[in-house]
């Protein structure tokens, strides 16, 4: 078993991206290994729970998170530029990197699910097709990271601002084929679409799936999912599971 850590780590930036968007970066230099899909319970003085976050990336020492400011807990993150900050992970189970190396990878995101695939994205040493679908033009994000590290994008937008109108998974029912391999991550009634084509066409894969937890180590069962007909802490037992297993 990994190493897990609950301990404070100092802020190197906590900058806006893009409006309600943030990318927050802390030295971890004990730190010695993440993996995508992976998350961290982060302790905001004056709000009485931590907050998980998916580990948007990691690199010589830091640790890289990307959030959007939804409520009481980030509204205070988002504005905290400097100090230190409460840890607790790497928690949960990550995604398989490169065991079915052999079928064309296909990442379908929505929202904040782009941190945990990005991450995903530049471990993978074959690159393939990034499907990622939000409401606007204005809610994109680092579409500029996946291009440089060679992945192809295929973006949606349901107002129509950029890329196709409608949802992400109107595309990918049309476009996934039988030698493609899912990886997916975003708001619930995506990936309950995602997994109902992925299921119709037998393609094989992993979803990461973003529950609201309380603990992130599986003590308060407040993120039990069923899974192969089996109840679930998506904290401790995922977040990441095989497609064909989950049952949302």
Known sequence: MRKRFDKTYKIISNKELCTDYFELKVKANDIKHCFP?????????????????SIYDFKNGVLSFLY???GKGTVILSKIQSGELQ???PLGKGYDLDTYKDLNYVIVA????IASVHFLAAKLTKKGTLYYGVRSKEDLLC???FKKIGWKIVVSTEDGTKGYKGYITDILEEKLENNDFLFACGPMPMLKKVLH???????KGFVGLEEKMACGVGNCQGCA??????IKMTCKDGPVFKVEQVEL
């Open 37 to 53: 899909g992976q998350f961290f319970m982060i302790g905001i003085q004056g709000v009485f729970l931590r907050r998980p976050l």
């Open 68 to 70: 959007k400011v939804v």
């Open 87 to 89: 840890f607790l992970g």
């Open 110 to 113: 929505g929202g904040t699910g």
């Open 143 to 145: 579409l500029d990271k």
């Open 197 to 203: 084509i992925a299921k119709e066409k037998r393609i």
């Open 225 to 230: 999912v069923r899974v192969d007909g089996v």
